[in-house]
């Protein structure tokens, strides 16, 4: 069975940084992609940053440029460095991974939260 665990969240001033971490159990193929999201209440979970099969990586407008997805295959973890957090980055940070046959099965971690503030 497969199991997602995100940590590192908190609280950071704007400007500053935070390191998530995902840490998987069970069984994801090097050949399924695996991402981050984050949601915000009231608001539908949006796609954040992506790690390909092939390694290459997307992000989404809101956070290229700051945001570094990062996938250790050896130790099935899954990093996200934040830099220069605004804002409008606080939400609920979760880790998604495709697994299973044809890599068509979603898995979601619990989340966890992160709040920039002053």
């Known amino acids: 069975q497969v199991r997602l665990v995100e940590s590192g969240g908190g609280s950071v001033q704007p400007g500053g940084s935070l390191k998530l971490s995902c840490a998987v159990s069970?069984?994801?193929?090097?050949?399924?992609?695996m991402a981050w999201y984050r949601q915000v209440p009231g608001k539908e979970r949006v796609l954040i940053a992506r790690s390909a099969p092939d390694d290459s990586k997307t992000y989404d407008n809101s956070v290229k440029g700051r945001f570094t997805i990062s996938r250790d295959r050896s130790k099935n973890i899954l990093d996200l460095q934040m830099d220069s957090l605004k804002i409008e980055d606080t939400a609920v940070y979760y880790c998604a991974a495709n697994g299973g046959g044809g890599c068509g099965e979603r898995y979601w971690g619990q989340g966890t939260q992160v709040t920039v503030s002053s």
């Open positions: 069970g069984y994801i193929s090097g050949r399924c992609s």
